[in-house]
């Protein structure tokens, strides 16, 4: 799918055949012009030509025009879907989208759509349904696809055993490179969608190891599955799912089987999977670093200041606390007005600092990069930083304040003020996400709020507190 013809008018009429290369624009986002060509047919009831855009369209794309459109453009085209297209569609909306569009789904198309998707995916569409929908709707599903989801369902959320698929290849060890081969050609719907491994496994339905595809198809028709199977790396159907993006990431899988605690083989996840997880989680910790929640294109007004608010109160807080030890030194701020418009130059940059340091350990943290092997080595650099940015920056803090104000002692303070606050702020940085990690909360999510309290704690206090101390006594 090429795009182009960005130039082209909304409404305008474009070839059927052109309607692929209208779509996308040259960075492979939905072209505007198109969207408008949609919801031009849309408001005119024109369900022949909704129907040739929506057919120009890949299941991402598709997702995405959904996400641009209005939900009384939305209930024109959903109803519209057919069952394949819903299918490939809705594991690519996000989750409030996604909401919004099962809504305007019947139950029966629905139910037909899910019977199509990767039980995996499946059971994420089903989570999100209402109760009284979700009934119906694993009413009219065949037994088999019902139980596959229910069973899913039963796993705890962002697991293994909710993120992986049910449908695997599985062959015994005593069976043939042919055998096999002549399985897979006639496996038809039993086998799952995607897969890259072989999975070898004992009576007792048990791993024993893996025969990837291009081992099987460069291996002798006659060799033993047993002779050629690799060792795999078995997923517990528990683990949670970060950590088994982090095994996939580690090991370079491509593809594991999951296995219950008894060690008995049921599904497997594959590397598609995994990357949705790793992005799911890099952009949860980059949001929750600045207080924020994805919240969808479709949340409210309302919806999307609730999430923030308390947020915002906790630095509320944290800012009046920093206030405090100022109004400790107010006295001395009425004495000398300078020390006011230096003041909070040091906590600024301390902050800032502590942000460098605190992003590096989190993602170390997420990465297993930082742990206690090399704690005391990681807290010494960061120290090292500290002092060494320290005194570059009291030099240059040190200079300005004796342009300004004509006072070397006050350039003095300024600048031991900036070397204390850049030292504490590194070793916040490092130990305030590992502490909180040790303690089962989530770094990202936590450790902003108590860094930036110590760093603005911190430059207030020295800088105020030697000022006093050496300039008003």
Same mark, same amino acid.
């Given at each position: 799918m090429t795009p182009a013809n960005d130039g082209l008018k909304a409404g305008q009429a474009a070839p059927a055949e052109d309607l692929e290369d209208l779509a996308l624009s040259d960075d492979y986002a939905l072209?505007?012009?198109?969207?408008?060509?949609?919801?031009?047919?849309a408001d005119q009831g024109n369900l022949v030509r909704l129907r040739e855009l929506i057919e120009?369209?890949?299941?991402?794309?598709?997702?995405?025009?959904?996400?641009?459109?209005?939900?009384?453009? +939305?209930?024109?085209?959903?109803?519209?879907?057919?069952?394949?297209?819903?299918?490939?569609?809705?594991?690519?909306?996000?989750?409030?989208?996604?909401?919004?569009?099962?809504?305007?789904?019947?139950p029966e198309n629905l139910a037909k759509a899910l019977g199509e998707m990767e039980s995996d995916d499946a059971a994420d569409v089903v989570d999100?349904?209402?109760?009284?929908?979700?009934?119906?709707?694993?009413?009219?599903?065949?037994?088999?696809? +019902?139980?596959?989801?229910e069973s899913a369902l039963s796993y705890a959320d962002e697991t293994a055993g909710r993120l992986m698929q049910r449908e695997v290849l599985a062959a015994p060890q005593f069976w043939t490179v042919g055998q096999t081969i002549q399985h897979v050609q006639s496996g038809g719907d039993d086998l799952p969608e995607l897969f890259f491994d072989v999975y070898i496994v004992d009576p007792s339905n048990r791993p024993l190891g893996a025969a990837p595809?291009?081992?099987?198809?460069?291996?002798?028709?006659?060799?033993?599955?047993?002779?050629?199977?690799?060792?795999?790396?078995?997923?517990?159907?528990?683990?949670?799912?970060?950590?088994?993006?982090?095994?996939?990431?580690?090991?370079?899988? =491509?593809?594991?089987?999951?296995?219950?605690? %008894?060690?008995?083989?049921?599904?497997?996840?594959?590397?598609?999977?995994i990357v949705g997880v790793i992005q799911d989680e890099s952009e949860e910790d980059m949001l929750a670093l600045a207080g924020v929640s994805d919240r969808g294109r479709s949340d409210t =007004?309302?919806?999307?200041? +609730?999430?923030?608010?308390?947020?915002?109160?906790?630095?509320?807080?944290?800012?009046?606390?920093?206030?405090?030890? =100022?109004?400790?030194?107010?006295?001395?701020?009425?004495?000398?007005?300078?020390?006011?418009?230096?003041?909070?130059?040091?906590?600024?940059?301390? %902050?800032?600092?502590?942000?460098?340091?605190?992003?590096?350990?989190v993602r170390a943290l997420a990465t297993r990069e930082l742990n206690a092997a090399n704690l005391l080595m990681a807290v010494w650099r960061e120290i090292a930083v500290g002092v060494m940015n320290g005194v570059a920056?009291?030099?240059?803090? %040190?200079?300005?304040?004796?342009?300004?104000?004509?006072?070397?002692?006050?350039?003095? =303070?300024?600048?031991?003020?900036?070397?204390?606050?850049?030292?504490?702020?590194?070793i916040a940085g490092i130990l305030i996400p590992l502490g909180l990690d040790k303690m089962g909360f989530d770094p990202a999510a936590s450790s902003v709020v108590f860094l930036t309290t110590v760093t603005d704690c911190v430059g207030f206090f020295s800088f105020l507190g030697l000022a006093t101390l050496i300039l008003l006594h």
């Open positions: 072209n505007p012009a198109f969207v408008e060509m949609v919801v031009d047919a120009a369209l890949h299941p991402a794309d598709l997702a995405d025009l959904l996400g641009f459109l209005s939900s009384s453009h +939305r209930e024109v085209i959903v109803p519209m879907l057919t069952a394949d297209e819903l299918s490939e569609t809705l594991s690519e909306l996000d989750g409030p989208l996604r909401e919004d569009v099962l809504e305007l789904v019947a999100d349904l209402e109760d009284d929908k979700r009934g119906e709707v694993l009413a009219a599903m065949s037994d088999a696809d +019902r139980i596959s989801i595809l291009s081992l099987l198809l460069r291996s002798s028709p006659d060799a033993l599955l047993s002779r050629i199977m690799e060792p795999v790396t078995e997923i517990p159907v528990d683990m949670d799912q970060e950590e088994v993006a982090y095994i996939f990431d580690k090991y370079h899988l =491509i593809s594991a089987p999951v296995v219950e605690a %008894g060690g008995r083989l049921v599904g497997q996840i594959t590397v598609d999977d =007004i309302m919806g999307i200041t +609730r999430s923030r608010f308390w947020w915002l109160l906790i630095n509320l807080g944290t800012a009046i606390l920093a206030s405090c030890v =100022i109004g400790v030194f107010q006295g001395s701020i009425a004495k000398l007005a300078a020390l006011a418009v230096i003041n909070p130059i040091a906590a600024s940059m301390g %902050g800032n600092a502590g942000t460098q340091t605190l992003t590096v350990a920056f009291a030099i240059v803090m %040190g200079v300005v304040t004796e342009v300004w104000f004509h006072n070397p002692i006050m350039a003095v =303070i300024a600048g031991l003020a900036m070397v204390i606050n850049l030292i504490v702020a590194a």
